[in-house]
């Protein structure tokens, strides 16, 4: 059974990993070019690497970063490219890296959910000074180390606390 397989940004397939010397002339680069999905950053960050790694692994890296837009949206992806370029990191582990907080910056902080609220006021009110000038005092003992205190004793002689 043959499979219609939709085409993504510019993924390499199992030939391109095996071979990456068949990236600068493949169809797929030429059509990802033409659609804007391979950017003059990946031409940049890829022209880096092959000068820091020689054109095979050089290549490879790219490659392991184009597999990177599996996981990560394109925009986060060119940002990673463009950081990592910027401080001369040119593996494909610290494009992952920038392009994550990339997303992580574009989304934000996430919140816990917070449970709903019984009354109209969603923060809780202090008391009025009225109130606490009012209260009974607390007559609860202080709180006591005490009982950790024979711990202490119990150290050997042999094994001083650092």
Same mark, same amino acid.
């Not at 031409?43 to 820091?52: G, L, P, Q, R, S």
């Not at 990592?84 to 610290?94: I, N, V």
């Not at 907080?101 to 009025?128: R, V």
């Given at each position: 059974? @043959?499979? &219609?397989? @939709?085409? /993504?940004?510019?993924?390499?397939?199992?030939?391109?990993?095996?071979?990456? *010397?068949?990236?600068? *002339?493949?169809?797929?680069?030429?059509?990802?070019?033409?659609?804007? /999905?391979?950017?003059?950053?990946?031409?940049?960050?890829?022209?880096?690497?092959?000068?820091?790694?020689g054109e095979?692994?050089?290549?490879?890296?790219?490659?392991?970063?184009?597999? +990177?837009?599996?996981?990560? %949206?394109?925009?986060? +992806?060119?940002?990673?490219?463009?950081?990592?370029?910027?401080? $001369?990191?040119?593996?494909?582990?610290? @494009?992952?890296?920038?392009?994550?907080?990339?997303?992580?910056?574009?989304? $934000? %902080?996430?919140?816990?959910?917070?449970?709903?609220?019984?009354?109209?006021?969603?923060?809780?009110?202090?008391?009025?000074?009225?109130?606490?000038? &009012? +209260?009974? =005092?607390?007559?609860?003992?202080?709180?006591?180390?005490?009982?950790?205190?024979?711990?202490? /004793? +119990?150290? /050997? =002689?042999?094994?001083p606390t650092?």
């Open positions: 059974m @043959v499979l &219609n397989r @939709v085409p /993504r940004d510019i993924e390499p397939d199992e030939e391109l990993v095996r071979e990456p *010397g068949a990236l600068p *002339g493949a169809t797929a680069l030429d059509q990802a070019r033409a659609a804007g /999905r391979f950017t003059p950053m990946h031409d940049a960050w890829w022209e880096a690497a092959v000068k820091a790694h095979r692994d050089g290549t490879r890296a790219l490659i392991e970063v184009l597999l +990177l837009s599996r996981h990560l %949206p394109h925009e986060h +992806l060119v940002t990673g490219l463009a950081a990592a370029l910027k401080t $001369g990191a040119l593996t494909a582990d610290a @494009v992952a890296l920038e392009a994550r907080k990339a997303a992580d910056a574009d989304t $934000g %902080p996430e919140e816990p959910p917070q449970p709903p609220s019984t009354t109209s006021q969603t923060a809780i009110a202090p008391l009025p000074a009225a109130v606490r000038t &009012n +209260l009974p =005092p607390d007559k609860r003992p202080l709180p006591s180390v005490a009982p950790y205190d024979q711990l202490l /004793r +119990l150290r /050997r =002689p042999d094994h650092p």
